[in-house]
């Protein structure tokens, strides 16, 4: 069988202002460099308003996947929805997240790796902190609900943001990097990761 090659296949990190304030920097490195993958950019940014709603504006079905997960969640647990309209109330939710995104520092980050775009998901959880799994970063680490920060009309604090698709990584990588701040380099571990022999151990 052809070696499977999507190894350089490369996600967007972001730990967002709660993540930060919160200690958890060291915690949540840890978890995606333990895993495998490669860390091949890093920053500390302090976003401003432009550069975090042109973030969460690179997925033109945004507002409609985002409402209509909410929704579900509040129909799963069997509670009055928050609104008449999922893309009006994502619409506000987008508001409500570039305050929060430019509330503090965030650490902007790009991991590579074999499937590293669903390898970050769900390393990081679901998106909604109370139903995300224990042993996920969001579930371990947050105890939020769609239903706190509905009622106070503020974003959902989650720690993380990682992108959703290849597609959508390769559109919000560059909104946070330059090519030239994208490290080129191997790791002596991805020998052991992905060399199809592994004839190199033995003397
Ligand atoms: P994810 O971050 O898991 O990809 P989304 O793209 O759907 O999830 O949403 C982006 C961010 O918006 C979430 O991480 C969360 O901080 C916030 N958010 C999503 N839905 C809500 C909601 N109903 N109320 C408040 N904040 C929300």
């Known amino acids: 069988m052809k070696n499977f090659d999507n190894k350089q296949e490369k996600t967007l990190v972001l730990i967002k202002p709660d993540g930060v304030q919160r200690g958890l920097i060291g915690e949540v490195i840890k978890r995606y ?12 940014v302090i976003a401003d308003k432009k550069l975090a709603l042109a973030h969460y504006s690179t997925d033109p079905d945004w507002a409609i996947k985002t409402g209509t997960k909410t929704f579900e969640s509040y129909e799963n647990k069997g509670l009055p929805l928050p609104g008449k309209d999922p893309i009006e109330f994502a619409e506000k939710v987008r508001r409500q997240l570039v305050s929060f995104m430019t509330s ?6 790009i991991w590579q790796g074999m499937g590293a775009v669903s390898v970050v998901r769900k390393i990081t959880g679901g998106t909604e902190p109370l139903t995300s799994a224990p042993g996920t970063i969001r579930g371990d680490y947050t105890i939020d609900s769609y ?9 959902v604090r989650n720690i993380i943001h990682s ?16 090519s030239e701040e994208i490290l080129n380099y191997r790791l002596i571990s991805e020998e052991i990761i992905y060399d ?4 190199g151990i033995l003397e």
Not at 33 to 44: H, I, Q
């Open 147 to 155: 239903t706190a920060s509905d009622v106070d009309q503020r974003a």
């Open 163 to 178: 992108s959703g698709s290849v597609d959508e990584a390769n559109k919000e990588v560059p909104i946070w990097f330059k």
């Open 104 to 109: 503090g520092p965030v650490i902007a980050m």
């Open 196 to 199: 199809v022999n592994l004839d």
């Open 33 to 44: 460099e333990s895993c495998g993958l490669k860390l091949v950019a890093l920053k500390m």
